[in-house]
């Protein structure tokens, strides 16, 4: 049973928009959640994080928001760029001390 | 730092045959994690130690998946023995202190294919 899920395997986005990538989750126990970001032949490498006593949270180009009402998070990246092309993979924990639970990832192509 | 290192890369088998994979850690780091990323699954978290110490196994898949930790600076995922399904990437991940919320650093995996 997936308790992190992207529902969107893939999604192209023109360079300058705004990508968003979704994530729902189901464990209403988690309260901290990230977004990786993985190239091929890499590691996934942390992008962004919020707790659950935010509903946003912003770094530069990304901005992470969350709504615990409806167990859902977003990443927006504006304006998108060729680089941000990669698997981007939604995460979450509870009370800091439980492994992260991925979810499958999102495939993300920003067309020049 | 060199990050998080995995050796081999890429890792190529027959079915039957013993795999062992192996995981550097970043220096200082306590917490070290191994993932497998299916298409199908997603990536998945097989085990966690923290000071060398296994505390959740419970995503290992089978009695044929071990892991150890002998020390803070190396750690070992075997196969034993393996089969076609066990085709993967296995991700190693390191992280300071022992609270999830720290950021886990990946290394860049290693290819597995079980023929």
């Known amino acids: 049973d997936q308790q992190v899920k992207q529902n969107s395997p893939s999604l192209s986005v023109q360079e300058g928009r705004i990508s968003i990538l979704n994530c729902d989750y189901t464990?209403?126990?988690?309260?901290?959640f990230l977004w990786y970001k993985k190239y091929p032949a890499e590691g996934p490498t942390f992008l962004i994080s919020i707790s659950s006593i935010k509903d946003k949270n912003e770094d530069g180009r990304f901005t992470v928001f969350l709504n615990k009402s409806a167990k859902h998070l977003s990443l927006h990246i504006v304006p998108s760029q060729p680089g941000d092309s990669a698997v981007y993979f939604c995460a979450a924990s509870y009370s800091g001390n439980t492994p992260l639970v991925f979810g499958k990832g999102t495939r993300l192509s920003v067309i020049a | 730092d060199a990050g998080v290192i995995q050796s081999p890369r890429h890792e190529v088998t027959e079915m039957g045959q013993e795999v062992t994979l192996r995981c550097k850690p970043i220096s200082g780091h306590n917490s070290l994690f191994w993932y497998r990323q299916t298409m199908m699954r997603g990536l998945e978290l097989l085990i966690y130690?923290?000071?060398?110490?296994?505390?959740?196994d419970s995503g290992m898949p089978e009695d044929r998946f071990s892991a150890k930790m002998p020390n803070a600076s190396f750690s070992t995922l075997k196969i034993q023995p393996s089969e076609p399904r066990d085709s993967a990437v296995y991700f190693c991940a390191s992280t300071e202190g022992q609270g999830m919320d720290n950021e886990q650093f990946f290394g860049p995996g290693t290819r597995l294919t079980v023929l």
């Open positions: 464990n209403s126990m988690f309260d901290y």
């Open positions: 130690f923290n000071n060398n110490v296994p505390i959740d």
